[in-house]
């Protein structure tokens, strides 16, 4: 049944939408296998009877909400206060800001959407490169599902029955690296180019503003993982607080969200959540018949015989979802392979709290590598570009990331440090 695998990665380039692709593969392995064909809709119902997934579409419903709400550009002032005097001033912001986001939305879609309809037009105003523009923007937009909370960490979690609060935690130190990495790479952009940031430093009380301003914004993340950290809440009850919070800011405090307003947001949520449930669905069946057949067993031992050790089989397994993920979105990507390579790299000693951490990072990286970039698309529409036209700037950006990807791959102790700490 082995062969069930290279069949997906053809309707996969036939251009057959993901959910249909792993629909018809599974039915092709049911009825090779002569199995009752109730089995799909009991794996469906197994695959998504999981009060965990509740957390996925509150927390989208969340990120929309907190974005139309006023609260992304308060969080954009308050990073101008901090950075904005930098060479390359508006782009740390935008890093800057994106990670505040990250903090807010867990979805790196969101990220890119609401930092890049502000700040893009800014910095093009202001003489930055379209295409670097767009694809510092996209770039950033990655740690939005790295800082918790994490909408990829919570689907990893419930496959996997790990901590969804161990791997929140772990997200955060790799979330930082990527934001200074970008940060550093922009800095070295602004000095060649002559990026400037503004004249004078932000005062103290401009500062003290910002942060005042953006302070309840600010502390839905804090409310969010605090909560879940400390037992107060489980994921999918903080899902229901953030969206509570949400639409107290965005109605009552903010004022820049109507009560017209919910009906459209409510609308796009539940046509995402469908898309991501029916990708899970048809995933969990898919897997349930290779691991039948002991495919994955049979890879890890196949790979384990090639006597890779702990270092080459970790590179490996990043050279398969970098490659996996230019093409197949996150959330596909995560839910197929993962029954795949989790006992392998546990066969080696990862802990399936760091795994849930690298194969998030990795995966988040093909949201901006061509064809299936889904934040370049966001970008690009944003500044009126073409893919095309960024790659030049783009690939530097990708290049930094892919490295930082390494370090969380080969540093355990960065990634479970935070985690060690609250076990």
Sequence with gaps: MIWLIPLLFVFFMMGVPITFSLGVASLVGLLLMDVPLIVIAQRLWTALDTFTLVAVPLYILAGDLMSRGGISRRLVDFAQALVGHFTSGLAMVAVVACMFFAAVSG??????????????????ANRYHPPFTASLVAAAGTIGPIIPPSIPMVVYGSMTNTSIAMLFAGGFLPGVLMGGSLMAYSYYVGKKRGYKGREERATLAEIVRGFMNALLALLMPMIIIGGIISGIFTPTESGVVAVVYAIALGLF???????????RIFYETGLLTGKILFILGTASIFSWILTVQGIPQQVAASLTDLRLGWFGTLLVINLILLVVGTFIDTISALVIFTPFLLPLATSVGVDPIHFGIIISVNLTIGMITPPVGVCLFVTTAIAKLTIREMMRDLTPMMVVLTAVLAITTYWAGMVMFIPNLLK
């Design 107 to 124: 979805s790196a879609v969101a990220d890119a959407a609401a930092i890049g309809g502000i700040l893009i037009p800014i910095m093009i």
């Design 253 to 263: 405090v903010y004022r820049e969200l109507a009560w017209r307003d919910l009906p």
